[in-house]
């Protein structure tokens, strides 16, 4: 027993001391796994899309619909998991074991309370949120999706922190692993559920709930009974205090309100479609944006990393080592998203035929190839936002991260969407444009502004 005691503590001790060591191998090693889970995360979302497009566009457009209200509920479980994983990194660097464990367990505690609340009134009030986004004659199988989805919340949400509670140590293999088996039972479970059952929509609903449970399974088993981490959950080490919870929430209702932001432009964004090119237009849209989210998944795995890494520097007061992580972020991103952007622009055609392999969709082939090859330009630019982001997450600056992203999302790329699509009437073609021009100009600022408090915290420092 007290040789595994001793191994116990040596991967510890190991985890803490990469974190809290070269900023640029620390991102490195944590980016990688975490780029391979949201890789997996991503692929059973386009298991979903790729299934339910041999049903039909209306079929797919209902996925498109119930998408945005989607990535609210994992916006809410990532941004949790950001605070979380803040707290926990800034007291790890501040050497605070017991402040450490108190914001884990907290983060437990708000998952299950924030999860029984919101569980039933999205149940509840789908229809009708689903009917204002416009969702007209789809919205019957939209609602038969969503309320299946939404039934399992608490799966989705409840993993999400976990892994932030892990990534916080340094930890970042388990959660792959937790994600690779909820991948791979997505995938095998979708055709079963959606064709050989028969249950359409919904199948593809079920085989969510159940991969996404068993990922929230592992979670508990390694947490809460294995026990193996740096972090302890334990009764006597519990210390209700409203300044935890405040802490946790700085950063984590601001990082899942930023998704939410994001969610009401995909929102706006669906709207201005089916004005411009009704059910067709979204179902290209909700295909090719899988694969778009498919394509910035390396900056976003990176950015993610560096919460942790620019955490643990930003409690220790080694502000030069938060710079390193800063720029290595952003440079690591977007040298990843150069080679991810000529891929896609060579490639778009064939990637268009995974969703167009029916003969009921078939005819979207060529306008879904058209919106990645525009698409192609928005990789490039978009790491540089997610690394403004997860810097000031790191730091506990969540309401700043926030308004970077509202002005990107709200004032640039909505702008930019209904200029291009109405003004200049380019249709829903101009929707695409104003994603990629607002986007970029949007990544831009907040980079600076990021560079620029960096740099004033290093000055102040010395």
Known sequence: MSSNNQNFNEKVDRRISMVMGDPQKAIRVLSVPMIISMLL?????????????????NALAALGFVSPIFMIVIGLGNGLGAGAASLIARCIGAENKKGSDNAAMHSVILTLGISAVLTPL????????????????????????????FGGLIFLIFSSVASGILRAEG?????????????????????????????????AAWATVLSSGIASILMVYWLLLKRETYVSFSRKDFTPSWNVVKDILLVGLPASAESFVMSILGIVLNI????????EAVAVYTAGWRVVMLAIIPPIGIGTATITVAGVAYGARKYEN??????????????????TSTISYFFAQNIATIFTYSSQSAFMAPSIAAFLQVMCLFYIMIPLGITASSVFQAMGKGITSLI???????????????????????????????????????????????????????????
């Not at 999205?122 to 309320?147: K, W």
């Not at 692993?177 to 028969?198: E, R, S």
């Open 171 to 203: 930890d970042v293999k388990r959660p792959m692993y937790a994600m690779a088996a909820t991948a791979v039972l997505n995938i095998i479970l979708d055709p079963i559920f959606i064709y050989y059952f028969g249950l359409g929509v919904r199948g």
């Open 272 to 279: 201005i479609l089916v004005i411009t090119g009704g059910a």
């Open 322 to 339: 938060l710079s390193k992580a800063l720029s290595y972020s952003a440079k690591l991103g977007v040298a990843i998203a150069l080679v």
């Open 41 to 57: 995360l991503m692929a059973y979302n386009l298991a979903d899309s790729i299934w339910v497009a041999g049903l039909g566009p």
């Open 122 to 149: 999205i149940f509840i009030f789908l229809p009708s949120i689903l009917l204002a986004m416009g969702a007209g004659e789809t919205v019957g199988l939209a609602t038969q999706y969503g309320q299946i989805v």
């Open 404 to 462: 970077l992203t509202v002005i990107r999302e709200v004032v640039f790329i909505s702008f930019f969407a209904y200029l291009f699509a109405f003004t200049l009437g380019f249709g829903s073609q101009g929707v695409w444009w104003g994603i990629v021009i607002g986007g970029g100009l949007g990544c831009a600022l907040a980079y600076i502004w990021v560079n620029m408090y960096v740099n004033g915290l290093k000055r102040n420092l010395n």
